[in-house]
Nanobody, 126 residues
Framework: QVQLVESGGGLVQAGGSLRISCAAS??????MAWFRQAPGKEREFAAV????????YYADSVKGRFTISGDNAQNTAYLQMNSLKPEDTAVYYC?????????????????????WGQGTQVTVSS
């Protein structure tokens, strides 16, 4: 049984930092990503890491402030979030994909990801 479990969310002041984690079990994946969903908004892509080669990609809204990393052997992904803003407030979801190594399209499609965690709340106060 595949499970993705997020942890590390919480309340932080604007300008602060937070690191959230995702532990996957049940199988290995070719990529892991973070999405987020703010109240009243659609779920949006934040970052992805592809285990083959370690390449990373970010949404423009988080580029330069967030860093995705992970351990392929441990099937764990992290999202280090710095310079947080109130608009970063959202439920953050971990997602895992079996995308082929040859995949070269966009990463922000939710359908690209086969498994999802339950989410962890991140709240940034002004």
């Amino acid at each position: 049984q595949v499970q993705l479990v997020e942890s590390g969310g919480g309340l932080v002041q604007a300008g602060g930092s937070l690191r959230i984690s995702c532990a996957a079990s049940g199988r290995t994946f070719s990529a892991m990503a973070w999405f987020r969903q703010a109240p009243g908004k659609e779920r949006e892509f934040a970052a992805v890491i592809r285990w083959s080669g370690g390449s990373t990609y970010y949404a423009d809204s988080v580029k330069g402030r967030f860093t995705i990393s992970g351990d392929n052997a441990q099937n764990t992904a992290y999202l280090q979030m710095n310079s947080l803003k109130p608009e970063d407030t959202a439920v953050y979801y971990c997602a895992a994909s079996n995308m082929r190594p040859s995949y070269s399209g966009r990463y922000y499609y939710p359908w690209l990801y086969d498994y999802w965690g339950q989410g962890t709340q991140v709240t940034v106060s002004s």
